[in-house]
């Protein structure tokens, strides 16, 4: 059964770099078909896509975000992580990485990482 | 308009039928994925494609399209559905985006 877990700091400083890893683990993150994912929800708020990566080191972000995402992927390690510049406090949220399916026309994530909660404050 | 928009709650009766729906432009090219999220934890997949549930949710939660408009249907709600409840379509612009709805907040009473 394949699980997913994050991990990073849970408190950043304004204007500093976010920084998360995802652990994949009962099975492979270069398994064909299949992206990976960051999401997140400010305290409150509804979900946000923040983009994600296929195994091939392709990768699509969030137009909203895109100037200070950055996806990456490290097979050795069976996992990947995401990196968010510049943050400020509206980027307080718990995020959660993701398994991302596509199939014609349908597309789905699943499963889900029990989430991180990161704060940005001084 | 590239936004899915579902209404911010929705009540039922305990073990009435109760239809979530979700509308945007994507929808009339790309099928919805449905996500319950209860306090406190992440996110579960309920459906995803044409209609397809993952293995242990149960078949009281089913989901239907038709033009833009999306939909989460759960036949005899239970105490336990009450949730949060998001759709995620892709983009219908192409490039590889998704987008998600801003939640439907359910009440069973």
């Known amino acids: 059964q394949l699980q997913l877990q994050e991990s990073g700091s849970g408190l950043v400083k304004p204007s500093q770099t976010l920084s998360l890893t995802c652990a994949v683990s009962g099975g492979s993150i270069s398994s064909g078909g299949y992206s990976w994912s960051w999401i997140r929800q400010p305290p409150g708020k509804g979900l946000e896509w923040i983009g994600y990566?296929?195994?091939?080191?392709?990768?699509y972000y969030n137009p909203s975000l895109k100037s200070r995402v950055t996806i990456s992927v490290d097979r050795s390690k069976n996992q990947f992580s995401l990196k968010l510049s510049s943050v400020t406090a509206a980027d307080t949220a718990v995020y959660y990485c993701?398994?991302?399916?596509?199939?014609?026309?349908?597309?789905?994530?699943?499963?889900w990482g029990q989430g991180t909660l990161v704060t940005v404050s001084s | 308009s590239s936004e899915l928009t579902q209404d911010p709650a929705v009540s039922v009766a305990l073990g009435q039928t109760v239809r979530i729906t979700c509308q945007g432009d994507?929808?009339?090219?790309?099928?919805a994925s449905w996500y319950q999220q209860k306090p406190g934890q992440a996110p579960v997949l309920v459906i995803y494609?044409?209609?397809n549930r993952p293995s242990g949710i149960p078949d009281r939660f089913s989901g239907s399209s038709s033009g833009n408009t999306a939909s989460l249907t759960i036949t005899g709600a239970q105490a336990e559905d009450e949730a949060d409840y998001y759709c995620n379509s892709r983009d219908s612009s192409g490039n590889h985006l998704d987008r998600f709805g801003g939640g439907t907040k359910l009440t069973v009473l």
């Open positions: 494609g044409k209609n």
């Open positions: 993701a398994r991302r399916r596509i199939t014609g026309t349908t597309n789905w994530f699943d499963p």
């Open positions: 990566i296929y195994h091939s080191g392709s990768t």
């Open positions: 994507s929808l009339r090219s790309y099928y």
